[in-house]
């Protein structure tokens, strides 16, 4: 029987130190904090002392901490509080804290007390003049004290107007954690809760040290001439537990504290890894344990305590808090932990990144590792940038699906993990599929820096590595960013090379585009010295050519375009007014595939999807490329990710590949890829591996066509876990039934190994045409590889761009067949559609 010593105590009290407000210059930008979503440039401000390190965006032109904090025109930050962090960490989890909302913007951010050797203080104002707010001023202090383990927000509100004006008080804070309120203190953990960072807010009766914690003020009413003041104060902590205790001991003497020490039975290892769960009622707020030891103030009163990991024995116990009383060590021992040990290699046996699916069998529940944006522990999944790892899990039986990527063949184990120990699980990945002179990308993924996600750089990068991707540019949104160090730092060189890029990002008509290479990020400047998104998506196009200087051998590609707004109905009122005219002279390809999706077979440009009650329009993008074409827009299709998770909206449905001098992705020269990618040299896929060629041409080149026919040398490989089923060769964008091949209709032309097709075809033409040859298994799923995550649903499809045929030696003239539909135009009415799709039986 385990023996468990439970201590109650008061907070320690922390030391005296100096305490300091300054601005951040070019000189000293190495003040500035560090973390996962450090967002602090020169001309912000700093406020620090022996604790923390805050830092105050200025206010400085188009200012804010990413891209997402808020949206629009008006999403502007300065005088919001960017960074905060304890100095023995630098470990910032903070995106934005933004008092009342702040945003637009403001008058001034001022030093008002730059403490210093001699001050117990330090004050930095934000202020907006009632002139430039529509008679509404506002003031915002950031004070920090020489033991402050937070920051004290007091905000004020004066009507300078001549009516009555009402508005929330509410506070905008991100991270996007898990969330809770706990004895009447709000808390936010970090994302990823290993990475050991939390806040939380409390609102206070005053600005002072224990004057006690005070309700939300609520809605705010103010008559002409009238003010209000009310203030709060955001801790922070390594958990929420530790963040929270902060608070409570700020604002009130009377508390006491928990402090313990986890070790592992036996062995009395340290533990790192429990989560403590400290409730009250039906409240409840986790705290973790680091190296072995654990802390939190509370209000006196009883508490439920539980100690958990997965992978060992959970213990449960009860407290009762007294005020400012002391007592001896709290004393955790727990079992020792239980999981899998893998070691995964390649053919050669040589270690390999990877990614392992958990599902439970028998009586055992499928394990959940974790939120979905991280790589070690995504859902049911995990992906290593290594093959040898361990993973904690609970005692039970297991199946293991071990991948990586769709070149290679797929293990299953099925293993039984007993308490205390690690199974261990060896294996070989076979790369079963042939790419030799291909490569495998993905020109769109995004992690934190983007800030419409909180997926961490380094998961990004196994992300990526696990599902075998060999060259990815780096494409944040509205931020130029390197992806080459964290390459380095996860010893992914040999695996993935990226190149500096960016993704310029706003709303309407001005698009999204992905562009690379790029000059280096301008370090500590808003967005890396990114350009400025403007409304028409030419001139975003021509400024990221431009940028730094005019590169012609720079790529620039339209994501997930509205390709009715873009080239047929501009303002997509429903009249053709040629869009926006030579758009297709500025963009070297389009995204025809983005994340989910397999319609390249597809008969409409239309399609109905329900949400909820209502019924809406969608382009199917892929049969308006064809009509594209036949229009004499001949620009390439790319398929990729648009990652913004791991789990669910990960890297690895889509992928187009691309020819390449060398197979070694460390060697891979970007300006090698983009070459072949403008002249569209490339085939999108989900998982075969296709191969056409006539002669010795391929997607992308024109080919005369002697007789006026051609044979096409068509190829598709498959890794154990992926399936074709059909072959089908578009001419002009049609599905010629005499060049559709099933497995039912020519049995003999399938195969069940990893070469799924191999034939010569030939195509005989009556007129100039494009040809695009397609592979699905129209029977089939990615389940296997992808197991509970949103691509398991994708079938395996793969296509190549256009191989373009001149027949008669006059060069290449597109016939404007519209594929039986008009040419797309705006306001679409579901109605109206769904009687169309009817009638012609689509």
Known sequence: MKKILFLFLLTPALTHAAVEAFEVGPNNTDQLPKGKEADGIIGDFILRNGHITAVISGNQPLRRANMSTFYGTGGITPGCLYDLTLNNRQNDQLTIFAPSGQRGDVSHVRITNAGGKDSLTAEIEVVVDGARNSGLYKKHTYRIDSKSVGVVITTTYRNESKVIRKGTVDDYWKPSGKRGTFQGVRWIDAVDSDDRGAYAVGWLNDAKRLSGLAKHPGELTLKPGESKTFTRILAVGTNPASAVGRVVSYASAKSGGILGFVREEKTLKQLSDVIVHISSGKESIPAYSDNGEFSASVPPGEYQISFSARGRKTVNSKVNVVENFTSSPLRISMLPLSGVAFDIRDAGNKDTPCKVQFIGTGKTATPNLGPQNRAHGCVDQWHSETGKFKVALD????????????????????????????????????????????????????????????????????????????????????????????????????????????????????????????????????????????????????????????NPGRWVHVNHPNLTEKFWDRNLDGQADGGFAGYEKYIHALETQNYLGNDILATAPWRLARRGTSESVREVREFMWLQMLNQGHRIPAIAVADAHSVYGNGVGGWRTYVPSSTDAPAMIDPKEIIRHAKAGRLMLTTGPFLQVTHRDAGPGDTVAAKGRAVTLKVKVQCADWVDIDRVQILVNGRQAPKYNFTRQSHPTFFGNGTVKFERAIEVKLTEDSHLIVVAIGEQSTMKTGYGTSSYAGLKPCAYINPIWVDVDDGGFKPNGDTLDWDLPVGRQNAKTIRALLKARNR
């Open 395 to 550: 005692p039970g039986t297991y199946r293991l699906v071990i991948t990586r990527g769709i070149e290679h063949d797929h293990l299953v184990r099925a293993v039984k993990v007993k308490a205390g120990a690690f199974t261990p699980v060896v294996g070989t990945l076979k790369r079963s599929v042939d790419t030799r002179g291909w490569v495998s990308t993905d020109f769109h993924n995004h992690s934190t820096p983007s800030g419409d996600n909180q997926c961490g750089t380094n998961d990004r990068i196994i992300n990526l590595a696990a599902e075998h991707i060999e060259f990815a540019p780096t494409t944040e949104h509205n931020r130029i960013y390197d992806w080459t160090p964290h390459i380095k730092q996860l010893g992914l060189a040999k695996h993935l090379s990226t190149v500096i890029g960016l993704e310029l990002t706003g709303p309407g008509a001005g698009s999204h585009h992905n562009v690379f290479p790029l000059p280096k990020p301008q370090p500590f400047a808003q967005d890396g010295g990114a350009p400025v998104f403007q409304n028409d998506p030419r001139l975003n196009a021509i400024s990221l050519q431009n940028f730094g200087g005019w």
